[in-house]
């Protein structure tokens, strides 16, 4: 079956260090996206893709970049990881097509910055 | 950009009882509004959605309802259950901008 599949499931690091967090869709959706998740915040944005070679800034996007090589992959990376980096990293997709569509997350990203 | 507010933050009802929880938006560009469901550390689930050119849209016993003028939209659960408990989050896109804004999100308890 097409899923959504992220990696690694749990991650703790210190900070300043480098860190890649892994999505990958085997639906062959257009769109990706990267939202984190913190109490009290609910899901916010961090970056986003059309397709391949695209990619967009969202709302909290400060310390984090993605590119897209493929189809199926889209990974965040943390340049240098802060404390206020500890969060549940989501991953969604949605398929291309005229108007907005439903997006599926992926099955979450729990970092703990240290 | 978009602004998505959700209210209550959390609500309790007895077993077979209604809840509603609502939500309002600024932006008049957006046209698609879908509710997800979150149980405790599991991903986000999309329960329904209603696009712009709708009013209402109902699934068993969920539906949902959206006033463009007045830019809200609201859940609407009937005879609740305790498996209905989980964390409600709605969101906003468009045709433009197809990421999603979410509200804070509303923690429904259903007491048995």
């Known amino acids: 079956d097409a899923e959504i599949t992220q990696s690694p499931r749990h991650k703790i690091t210190e900070t300043g260090r480098q860190v890649t967090l892994a999505c990958h869709q085997t639906?062959?959706?257009?769109?990706m996206f990267w939202y984190r998740q913190d109490l009290g915040h609910g899901l916010r944005l961090i970056h986003y893709s059309y397709g391949v070679h695209d990619t967009n800034k969202g709302e909290v996007s400060d310390g984090y970049s993605v590119s897209r090589s493929n189809t199926e992959d889209l990974p965040l990376t943390l340049e240098s990881a802060a404390s206020s980096q500890t969060s549940v990293y989501f991953c969604?997709?949605?398929?291309?097509?005229?108007?907005?569509?439903?997006?599926?997350f992926g099955p979450g990203t729990r970092l703990t910055v240290t | 950009g978009e602004n998505v507010e959700q209210h209550p933050s959390t609500l309790s009802v007895q077993e077979g009882d209604s809840a509603v929880i609502k939500c309002t938006y600024s932006?008049?560009?957006?046209?698609?509004f879908p509710w997800y469901k979150q149980e405790l550390g599991k991903r986000p689930q999309l329960i329904i959605d209603i696009r712009s050119n709708v009013g209402e849209k109902k699934d068993q016993r969920i539906a949902v309802t959206l006033n463009k003028t007045a830019k809200h939209f609201s859940l609407h659960i009937t005879e609740t259950q305790p498996e209905d408990s989980a964390v409600y989050f709605c969101a906003a896109s468009n045709t433009g901008r197809r990421a999603l804004t979410f509200g804070s999100g509303t923690r429904l308890q259903v007491q048995p």
């Open positions: 969604a997709s949605s398929p291309a097509g005229t108007g907005p569509l439903e997006q599926y």
């Open positions: 932006d008049s560009a957006s046209n698609y």
């Open positions: 639906w062959n959706h257009n769109n």
